[in-house]
């Protein structure tokens, strides 16, 4: 596909995926803080009637629109056809459902379009505190239509950092100097905070998903950052198994500093939990 075709298309499915996440978020939104029905998955997992509604119409709405594409959400059943597929819609139609479930704001509906295994569109909607994230590759990334940029913090200044404790700890015992620590219930903000220059560090520990960081990935490169495991490696999509180990998010400058530390972290977690 030329260079102008695959712009205009990957601006066509930022449109769309953008309108159908603020939507999605609208659906969301009317169930918030209203207790919805709840129940549990797997082994610990929370899903509500509110994750179900906006995952349904995010379903039939983007699916309609482009039925050539695959499909993968956090609240669908997976199949092997997605892997045949040239484009992908990867979904959470609410990622940080425990935090919606306890009324915090910080959740959101994330949308992507992934080809040849890296996103190409990206959307946040986080419909509590009117924030819409959008990027395109080689398009930049903005927060309610302002470009965002992720900015290296000034010498000496304690790095903003969200994760878990082990990586704050590992951070500090390589020599970095740490400062706030932020919570978010919902990884894929957590990493958009990264983007929008409120973050330097951002950490996950192993066994997030595809769902969880495909749209979140995207604004963090577009926004000049980088998203990668704790050998440096880029994230890949729609891959057989969607589950991913330890990842880092960072400003510029912080790529190679906070990998290393954060790698030798979840070797230790994974020895205790073993012990």
Known sequence: MP??????????????????????????????????????????????????????????????ARPGYGWLSEETADTPDRLTRERIFIVDPIDGTRGFMEGSLDWCVSVAVVAGGRPVAG??????????????LGGGARLNGHPLRAIAPEAGAGLRFSGPMRHQRALAGAGLAMGERRVTPSLAYRL????????????????????????????????????????GRPVRYNRPDPRHGALVATVPGLAEAAAGPVGRAEVEAERRRRS
């Open 3 to 64: 260079d102008a075709d695959a712009e205009k298309l990957r601006l066509a499915d930022l449109a769309l995926i953008a309108e159908a996440a603020a939507a999605a978020g609208r659906i969301a939104l009317g169930f918030f803080g209203n207790q919805p029905r709840a129940w549990t998955k797997g082994a610990d997992s929370p899903v509500t009637e509110a994750d179900i509604a906006s995952d349904r119409y995010l379903h039939e709405t983007l699916l309609a």
């Open 192 to 231: 958009a905070l990264v983007a929008a220059g409120r973050l330097d560090v951002a950490t996950a520990s192993p066994d997030a998903r595809d769902w969880d960081l495909a749209a979140a990935d995207l604004l963090v490169h577009e926004a000049g950052g980088t998203l990668h495991d704790a050998a």
């Open 123 to 136: 959307v946040l909607a986080v419909p509590a505190r009117g924030e819409l994230f959008e990027a395109t």
